[in-house]
């Protein structure tokens, strides 16, 4: 009997899910490949109606909390994924944010001690294949570092995915974007640091999602709430198109025989009998 593939992605906030892994995740599902989304915090530090930030008079932290939730199981809905899994864990907020010193903030539970309850679910669902955050988690959001060390530890302690995978933006994409952006008209793209991005030696893997742009288009609509993200919905149609066509990761392992490029995540996997 072969082993139903199974993925997990192990994200901080709801909508996390949608930028780096919507596609992967769109994809995925309908190849009948069983998806788990872990979101690892209810996003409380999030932006409240009107755009009212955290810390700012009228911020609702529990009523965002629910709004984002809410949020997320359209948004995963849209993605087709199969298996939600909320750790509950408390928004650290941004770094340097004075929500950072919140005892119950995601980014100060113990390592091993939200790790053993993702290493249940690994336990639980027994995916081959864990993508994440990379050490700096993607950008240094404290929860998303947090994620990245609790995923590695899990992955560790059970011993039980077959690869793990960090998403990643290579850099030549960022030029490339920053390129396609100025002929859009649009400006910004091409201010981005030098070293912004993942070196491309260090790029193991690229996705073709472009089948389930508008999927992750609609994902990311569905987190409405959070302004900050749906500026890429900002743009002119052809360019969101090339946004949401393409993800990249970084294969950190793979106990299985790959080449040194991938753009199937499952390279290796498919038909492989029952552990």
């Known amino acids: 009997?072969?082993?139903?593939?199974?993925?997990?992605?192990?994200?901080?906030?709801?909508?996390?899910?949608?930028?780096?892994?919507?596609?992967?995740?769109?994809?995925?599902?309908?190849?009948?490949?069983?998806t788990v989304l872990v979101t690892c915090t209810n996003g409380e530090q999030g932006d409240d109606d009107g755009g009212i930030k955290p810390g700012d008079p009228g911020h609702d932290d529990a009523g965002v909390a629910r709004k984002r939730l809410a949020e997320l199981e359209e948004s995963v809905k849209l993605l087709g994924v199969e298996h939600v899994e909320l750790l509950g864990y408390r928004d650290s907020g941004m770094d340097g944010w004075a929500t950072n010193e919140h005892p119950e903030a995601f980014a100060n539970i113990p390592v091993e001690e939200a790790a053993a309850r993702l290493?249940?679910?690994?336990?639980?669902?027994?995916?081959?294949?864990?993508?994440?955050?990379?050490?700096?988690?993607?950008?240094?959001?404290?929860?998303?570092?947090?994620?990245?060390?609790?995923?590695v530890a899990a992955v560790e302690e059970t011993g039980i995915p077959d690869k793990l995978y960090y998403t990643a933006v290579p850099r030549?994409?960022?030029?490339?974007?920053?390129?396609?952006?100025?002929?859009?008209?649009?400006?910004?793209?091409?201010?981005?640091?030098?070293?912004?991005?993942?070196?491309?030696?260090?790029?193991?893997?690229?996705l073709d999602v472009s089948e389930h742009a508008d999927r992750k288009r609609k994902a990311l609509q569905a987190h409405a709430s959070q302004g900050e993200s749906i500026f890429l919905l900002r743009l002119p149609e052809e360019a969101q198109q090339l946004v949401f066509s393409v993800e990249s990761f970084t294969r950190v392992f793979s106990r299985v025989e790959v080449p040194d490029h991938e753009d199937d995540l499952f390279t290796g996997l498919r038909g492989t009998p029952a552990k």
């Open 119 to 151: 290493a249940e679910l690994v336990e639980r669902y027994r995916p081959q294949v864990v993508v994440t955050y990379d050490e700096n988690g993607g950008y240094g959001h404290p929860d998303h570092i947090q994620a990245h060390r609790i995923a």
């Open 172 to 206: 030549s994409g960022v030029r490339e974007m920053g390129r396609r952006m100025a002929e859009f008209g649009i400006e910004g793209f091409d201010e981005l640091p030098d070293d912004f991005g993942v070196p491309d030696e260090m790029i193991h893997a690229v």
């Open 1 to 34: 009997m072969e082993q139903q593939l199974t993925l997990m992605a192990v994200h901080a906030h709801p909508d996390d899910e949608v930028l780096s892994t919507g596609g992967l995740l769109a994809r995925c599902a309908a190849e009948g490949v069983r």
